[in-house]
């Protein structure tokens, strides 16, 4: 009996023994794969910094690339596009006129109503869709046909309202939120699609032809009188409320910016026929490039699977479209290398599935459970995951939206230190001891909506430029501004009045 329980007890004990040191392998495997998951994460932050040092650099190469643009066609990656919009509007236009919007994601019908001063600016009408996604890739009949239906129904619905004693054309202002050739005002030819858009032969074709033709098509009386790209309209709508705007920065799906520049600056445009000694130039951003760009491999493999391979790579970083599929691969990445995330998710491993307004939602969860970012893993086919791992998405999400924002920044800066407004003396000005209040107009969704995107960007600007040179340059947010500015612009180059006030 007593040789029975010995034996009982011993081999409880090389039991116990064996499960403690499972447990313990597990804890320790458990800890490896931990240790594994934080070298990711602190690989992407290596590679995402963005010192203020290394802003400067970008600064630098942003103002470099601009002239090089400017001196010759395809001089540069920024293509640098004349817009042939010399004067902006300033508060006296007069009229009723019409906007439709194409950007990235959604599609913008409005009407304004201009009776002379800034305060009788009314904006009588507005209607706003998402793009369905079908015809991102169908063709060239079936996206106009679909705007010139959407306008349609937004005229039919004005009814009577719209009911004056003579017969008059409607204008209408087309912003184009795509790379256009400008051709003049109200003509250009488009010269390649983004944002993942890819209807195939329109490259050279004409933007505004294309609109016109298909309401021609179904009789409707409205003529595209303005081709405007929505940078050029926000910088429009910036202008006309404040004459000191001298650039316009867009960051919704994509990215873009636009200025105003000298004429005789623009050394590969012999004869820029303008009044004013300026034009608006769209820069096209979007694609500008440096080697001292913070790419990781999570860019890489995002660029290499894109439609647009090898092309828009500082939108790539920056825009709206694209934060979310960044966080999205890292995720991917630590839940290959791992099993924080449980069992890989299918979901987690399509493109573009993590869309950036669940990046600010996560980013920005303050309760403290992080539930939204449980509520969105979820979402994602990632269940049930610990609260330390919630934090740790919390600061991909930080990383990515950081080093956007602080490129944004440096953007901007470039445009200011293009046009001597910097403070670094170079540039138009020779004289570094006065500043100019200078006002740069900002729209999209990512930043209007992304406070931590804002934030982080205008945090970076203060820090390239010094406080001293910072105060004298607003940023100023506005909503619908480049829709709304592409009318106003339409408005301030007719010389006469198309339509009776209403
Ligand atoms: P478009 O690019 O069509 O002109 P917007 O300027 O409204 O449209 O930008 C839409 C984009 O802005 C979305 O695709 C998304 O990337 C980004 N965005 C919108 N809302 C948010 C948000 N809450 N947080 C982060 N990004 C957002
Ligand atoms: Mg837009």
Redesign the pocket.
Known sequence: MGRVLVMLTAAAAVVACSMATVMVRRRMKGRRKWRRVVGILKDLEEACETPLGRLRQMVDAIAVEMQAGLVSEGGSKLKMLLTFVDDLPNGSERGTYYAL?L?????RIIKVHLGGQRSSLEVQDVERHS?PTSLMNSTSEVLFDFLASSLQRFIEKEGNDFNLSQPVKRELAFTF?FPVKQTSISSGVLIKWT?GFAISEMAGEDIAECLQGALNKRGLDIRVAALVN?TVGALSFGHFHDPDTIAAV?????SNACYLERTDAIIKCQNPRTTSGSMVVNMEWGNFWSSRLPRTSYDLELDAESMNSNDMGFEKMI???Y??DIVRRVILRMSQESDIFGPISSILSTPFVL???S???MHEDDTSELQEVARILKDLGVSEVPLKVRKLVVKICDVVARRAARLAAAGIAGILKKVGRDGSGGGRRSDKQIMRRTVVAV????Y???RM?REYMDEALRDILGEDVAQHVVVKAMEDG?TIGSALLLASSQSVQTIPSV
């Open positions: 919007h950007g990235g994601s959604y599609f793009i939120s944002k929505d867009v960051f919704g799906t994509g825009g709206g479209m934060l979310g869309r950036t307004n990046v600010s939602a729209e999209g969704g990512l209007l909506n992304y995107f480049s």
